[in-house]
């Protein structure tokens, strides 16, 4: 389940932000990476402050253990999937409802529709997407969205 295997240390690296090019079109950001040599506990979780390997400063991690990774994978899969459900319910729900013609004075339903649909697949995308990259590290940034000058990423193979 989820995109990697859970080994006794965290597939993930915290990257430095060694360099951003600012272009007309787009931004280029160059990153360092770095291991984050903090073992697996065997239940729970550890939290412990390495130092950067560019710039020194104190980055503090939570890793989780294995049995702990997996739960969270299970919540991300569960609310991913329940999310896609909801958003294909509502959508049938809206098809169905899109070509009546609502009579004078009564509610529309379709405003409310189009929301629970936009919030499932929301949802659905958001679970899918932390179920994929789930690998029990929180640190500084996040795997999906690299903003800051300490982020988490997967390394490329």
Same mark, same amino acid.
């Given at each position: 389940?989820? +995109?990697?295997?859970?080994?006794?240390?965290?597939?993930?690296?915290? =990257?430095?932000?060694?360099?951003?090019?600012?272009?007309?079109?787009?931004?280029?950001?160059?990153?360092?990476?770095?291991?984050?040599?903090?073992?697996?506990?065997? +239940?729970?979780?550890?939290?412990? !402050?390495?130092?950067?390997?560019?710039?020194?400063?104190?980055?503090?991690? +939570?890793?989780?253990?294995? =049995? !702990?990774?997996?739960?969270?994978?299970?919540?991300?899969?569960?609310?991913?999937?329940?999310?896609?459900? !909801? !958003?294909?319910?509502?959508?049938?729900?809206?098809?169905?409802?899109?070509?009546?013609?609502?009579?004078?004075? =009564?509610?529309?339903?379709?405003?409310?529709?189009?929301?629970?649909?936009?919030?499932?697949?929301?949802?659905?995308?958001?679970?899918?997407?932390?179920?994929?990259?789930?690998?029990?590290?929180?640190?500084?940034?996040?795997?999906?969205?690299?903003?800051?000058?300490?982020?988490?990423?997967?390394?490329?193979?």
């Amino acid at each position: 389940m989820g +995109k990697r295997e859970l080994g006794p240390y965290p597939g993930l690296r915290y =990257a430095h932000m060694v360099s951003k090019d600012v272009h007309s079109s787009h931004v280029v950001r160059r990153f360092a990476l770095h291991p984050i040599d903090i073992e697996r506990p065997e +239940k729970g979780r550890r939290v412990e !402050a390495r130092e950067c390997g560019s710039c020194q400063k104190p980055l503090k991690f +939570k890793v989780l253990s294995v =049995a !702990a990774t997996r739960s969270r994978r299970w919540v991300w899969l569960v609310l991913g999937l329940a999310g896609v459900a !909801a !958003a294909l319910g509502f959508g049938v729900a809206l098809f169905e409802v899109g070509g009546q013609v609502v009579e004078e004075g =009564a509610p529309n339903p379709v405003g409310p529709l189009v929301l629970g649909f936009l919030a499932g697949f929301l949802s659905g995308i958001v679970g899918l997407s932390y179920w994929w990259y789930e690998d029990g590290v929180r640190g500084p940034g996040s795997p999906l969205m690299s903003f800051g000058v300490h982020v988490l990423r997967w390394p490329r193979h």
